[in-house]
């Protein structure tokens, strides 16, 4: 026999409200679905170097947009994931035998660097996070924070370039880049 029903409705109440939100809150994290930049190696399971337009597709479904920028060059995109790739090949067809050379980020929501940093944060959460690193400029568009930085092979000039970049505009991440160079 019960002492008091009252409370047990109330106890009822309260794991149901509990079972709801414990639901509510996985729904939650499952629909941020982190993507994780791992320097200049696989960027939210691209595998940068060695990942086709067919392997980015199968992870991110058919690209918002697609151009050929050249016989070894094609850039895709993917606005609702906030991604634009740039595929590379040397045997022509860029955009079905390419390989992923430069994989762009803009979105905030899904992604960040395996140390966290995200595109929003401010320069000060970069220079905490990555304290070794200083702002730098290089080859057009590689003016930011290099996360990573990597040497070009001598066939193709030789010289430094940002494994991983974080863009900086009005003092907070714009963009965060992982790429490798053609000889790698």
Known sequence: MLANPGKLTVVRALVTASVAMAALVGTAFAATDV???QGDRNAGGIKIGRSTPADVRRLYGTPSTSRVESTHSCVQSWKG???VVQF?????KPCARGVALIVTVTGRAAWRTAV???VGDPAARVRALYPRVRPRAG???DRGYW???RQICAEVGGGRYPGLLARIQRGRVSALVARISVCD
């Open 35 to 37: 993507r994780v930049i």
């Open 81 to 83: 994931v906030r991604l």
């Open 88 to 92: 590379f090949t040397f045997e022509g």
């Open 116 to 118: 966290g940093l995200r």
């Open 139 to 141: 080859f057009a568009g």
């Open 147 to 149: 996360l990573v930085t």
